[in-house]
């Protein structure tokens, strides 16, 4: 609330002209669109003992301040949500009310089904009309729930997207904060596991944020050496992927990995699509596998574009030219098979970074990485140049 006029130290204080039989100041509430409690302000007179006007009779009053809002307000009590596909009992979403209810009233909850079938891929408790779920609200009520049953249909497929939002209430509910919620429906495979492909094809340029539980699993083909020590790459069966956490690690070159990405990030990470901010701690070590890697020549590299990226391969008898004679590994290095090129790249804190670049043709084994100018080879130690 205001004053007028206003107050000086706590006071009002009001000029008295003469024959003046009564004066006034105004009180202003502020509405702030906020539930309150009744409020008072008590007013008293005060006059020093030499003035000539003296308070006497009613000297003091109190005034109540009195909310105006009549409503509740209604929003979901979370952004977003999931359920696994093979969770036969569903999932409940949950919309608080504060204050609890006032009287009886509905909320209708408009779904957004972005190409999701009602009835064969999922279906709602209260069941949905026109594409709504009305949800009754009895007064007293402080939230409101719904369930999202999903139907397994035992394929492996993407993830489902359904977005719910607060479409109409009787005049008691307000929307207020979250009137919308994402719910996701996830794969029931092997801990929800993504392929590296997959998320290769979905990438479009900007960050990717994984809010819920996905993982990869495959083989560390990285070494802490030409690597930063934050990082590791990632085959399995479909592609190679960065992964860089948020402390060092000390996995190995050949263990098998389940990485946990929820809260991970993906990104295009100086040209390396890189999935970072993964907590050390998410990530189960499942041992060692023997593998054998591919052997290629820069022609074969160079008829697969973009699609061998984060892989580890060998590239059999290329040249280092004559041009770079007489200099180090640090850096980027041009190699040439013919009319075909790539680069060899050798980061500064690598433990081989002031060996000299050899003569003739060498195999190189690494992993590769796909930039703008192409092909990139990240040679793990030194003696995958031989």
Known sequence: YITIPGKEDGKIILSVQPGSEKVSFRIMSADDDLHNQPRSIKLTMEQSASAHIKPEGKISSLLTLLDNENYSKIGFVESRSWVY???????????????????????????????????????????????????????????????????????????KILKFKIAGTNENLKPFEFAEHEFFILEDGENNRLSIKSIQNNFQGSDMNYLFPVTITGRVVSKNDNVSPNKIFIQDETGGIAVEFTGNNTITMGEMVTIHLEGGILTDKNEILTIKNIPNNQVDRGGYELWVLPVMTLQQLAQKPGQLEGTAVTLKQVSFGTSNLGHTLEGDVDIADGAFSAKMRTESFASFKDQPIPAGKRDVTGVLIWTSKGYVILPQRATDIR
Not at 92 to 108: M, Q, R, S, W
């Open 85 to 159: 596909e093979n969770e036969q009992s569903g999932k409940e979403v949950t919309l608080k009310i504060e204050p609890a209810a006032k009287g009886n009233g509905y909320i209708d909850i408009d779904i957004n089904m972005n190409g999701v079938v009602y009835g064969q891929q999922f279906t709602t408790l209260p069941a949905a009309i026109n594409g709504k779920v009305r949800l009754m609200v009895k007064q007293g009520q402080q939230t409101a729930t719904f369930k999202v049953i999903p139907v397994n249909d035992y394929f492996m497929s993407s993830t």
